[in-house]
């Protein structure tokens, strides 16, 4: 990757991770990965899954998380070597 890529990449992952709910998101997968949106919304006590798929949008668009589809299902995993790399702190 070249090091503006690689720039770029960090700045998405930072700015992902810089809204607090959405680092809560990527924490508590770090912690429990394979997790659906309607468990994360009641770990998180979020009223609106909408604003909860917002955020695990944003978070799979930077890499930070991986989707797999199960029948009507989608569960989210952290991408461990995206968050090995820029974000560490996560898995404390």
């Given at each position: 990757m070249e090091e503006q890529e690689a720039i770029q990449a960090a700045v998405k992952v930072y700015k992902a991770l810089g809204e607090p709910t959405r680092f809560k998101i990527a924490q508590l997968?770090?912690?429990?990965?394979?997790?659906?949106?309607?468990?994360?919304?009641?770990?998180?006590?979020?009223?609106?899954?909408?604003?909860?798929s917002h955020h695990l949008k944003q978070l799979s668009e930077c890499g930070l998380l991986k989707m797999r589809k199960e029948g009507t299902f989608i569960y989210y995993s952290p991408d461990m070597d995206v968050i090995q790399k820029y974000a560490p702190y996560l898995l404390v």
């Open positions: 997968l770090a912690k429990q990965p394979d997790q659906c949106c309607s468990t994360l919304g009641q770990q998180l006590e979020m009223v609106a899954s909408s604003t909860l």
